[in-house]
């Protein structure tokens, strides 16, 4: 009996490889959909480069590119210490250990067992036994039609998706740190412009003062004076609550708490950064392969693709070994002996004869998961496409905008030195030099928000280009993409 049931344990690993052989795997095998492009951008930006292929280094770490240190301590800062990164990190390794899980289930498990029983029979009058036995036991599910390899399949996905989230999620922290920044630099100068006006509006009420003391003028000329003083004073508030708020925001950010950076920013240049004239956006094509919200939903297109035939596996037979090895024996020291040798083997096989359509209706939920993730997929295509549309439109008008605001400003304070030296010599009145001070200070005021939106809008171009990572050479998970 002993050498029956040794040949079974080599009978059954061989019959397992000879069915393994033959084993097929059920469901759809996923293919990385082609989605139409078009070859160019269709809008025009003074600078920008539009063809070739874009640079992984520069489009990396596109905030050099504005060659500010202060910005870029800022970044590397919030890469270590943000907490949405952190979270999505966790995820990450999360989603690793699932894959691992997934692995592990396609493969054997095996356990060792001992043990020692007494047993005692017939009262006071009866004997008593001990009975020792030690075992190893295995047990092997056969993926006979893939389910498994599927799930496992489903679980890499999963993987590469969860990773291309962790990179959206730094794409868009970096974008945010800049954008926080720029609004600080940008109320910072704000304030120094309002400082500006402010010291030139009180020459002018003094001025206007003077005269009145002289009587060359009356007391209208005093009041309109202080008036125009004190609305821009009035507008100090407003943009210092700004200020606050982007550095509260932008210390949050970086994983610190709000207002442990405004001594660091006040101290610092106040001077909205900006960038060189050139600006290389490489062609549709080069961005959606870039863009990692793309690229995780190309993933999750393969994670669902992959669980329709997890659900299809459950239609076939599923077929199972078991076997162990062990000893037994009344007498401790006879556990060594030929004679207290066991060995065992089971194959078990089972398969669904009636279940209501509970398969046949998981299969049409995965399918329509399929198709949920596909037109997900291709949404985010269309959002990556015309989010740098968007930006270079932006990104063009704000540079128009800015250029004829600098010719603005350039006559404005032209005019009014003029119209406060005439005023100052009698030859013009104060309405001219008060007209000419406010459009002035609106002008410059101007300015400097049409820089920041400048800026702004770059930094957006940017983060809709995919900045903030570099793809490996020969990452996989890359979307084929045509044009059109």
């Not at 000879?18 to 139409?36: I, S």
């Not at 592990?104 to 017939?122: H, K, M, Q």
């Not at 003062?209 to 009356?218: E, F, I, M, P, S």
């Not at 270079?392 to 800015?402: S, T």
């Amino acid at each position: 009996m002993t050498a029956i049931r040794s040949i079974s344990m080599f009978v059954v690993p061989g019959l397992a490889a000879f069915l393994l052989g033959g084993c097929m795997t059920v469901g759809p095998d996923y293919r990385k959909p082609e989605v139409p492009t078009p070859t160019n951008w269709t809008s025009r930006v003074e600078g920008a480069v539009s063809n070739g292929l874009l640079d992984p280094g520069t489009l990396g770490q596109w905030w050099r590119v504005f060659n500010d240190p202060v910005l870029t301590g800022l970044v590397a800062r919030a890469e270590r210490n943000n907490l949405d990164v952190r979270q999505a990190e966790a995820r990450l390794r999360q989603a690793r250990a699932q894959r691992g899980l997934a692995d592990a289930d396609r493969l054997p498990t095996a356990s060792v067992s001992a043990s020692a029983r007494r047993t005692r029979t017939g009262g006071q009058t009866g004997g008593s036994a001990t009975t020792y036995a030690g075992g190893f036991d295995a047990s092997w599910e056969l993926d006979l039609f893939g389910g498994k390899r599927r799930a496992a399949e489903s679980a890499e996905a999963s993987l590469q998706a969860s990773q291309e989230s962790l990179r959206d999620v730094t794409v868009s922290l970096l974008a945010e740190v800049a954008l926080n920044y720029v609004q600080v630099r940008s109320c910072q100068a704000r304030l120094a412009i309002i400082g500006t006006n402010l010291a030139a509006q009180v020459e002018t009420y003094d001025l206007t003062r003077w005269r009145q003391q002289a009587n060359l003028v009356t007391q209208l000329d005093v009041d309109q004076a202080r008036m125009s003083l004190e609305q821009t004073r009035a507008s100090l508030p407003v943009i210092r609550t700004s200020l606050d708020q982007a550095e509260h925001q932008l210390a949050v950010l970086l994983g610190e708490a709000p207002g442990r950076l405004a001594a660091e920013l006040a101290a610092g240049p106040s001077a909205v950064p900006s960038a060189g004239p050139s600006i290389a956006v490489g062609v549709p094509a080069d961005v959606l392969r870039q863009r990692p919200d793309v690229r995780a939903a190309e993933r999750k297109l393969a994670v669902q693709t992959a669980q329709i035939g997890v659900a299809e596996a459950a239609r076939y037979p599923d077929l199972s070994l078991s076997g162990s090895i062990g000893v037994e024996a009344l007498v401790f020291h006879d556990l060594f002996t030929a004679g207290a040798r066991t060995a065992q083997g089971l194959l078990n096989a089972g398969a669904a004869v009636f279940d209501g359509g509970r398969i046949r209706q998981k299969v049409a939920i995965q399918t329509a998961l399929q198709e949920e993730a596909l037109a997900a997929y291709e949404a985010a295509v269309l959002t990556a496409l015309r989010d740098v549309e968007d930006a270079l439109v932006a990104y063009a008008n704000d540079q128009a905008r800015q250029r004829a605001l600098q010719e603005a400003e350039a006559a404005g304070v032209s005019a009014f030195r003029l119209a406060r030296d005439t005023y100052a010599s009698g030859l013009a009145d104060f309405q001219t030099v008060l007209s000419t001070q406010q459009s002035l200070l609106i002008v410059q005021n101007s300015l400097a928000s049409c820089q920041a939106d400048t800026t702004s809008d770059l930094i957006r171009l940017y983060k809709a280009l995919g900045g903030g990572w570099s793809p490996a050479a020969g990452e996989a998970g890359e979307p084929e993409m045509t044009s059109q």
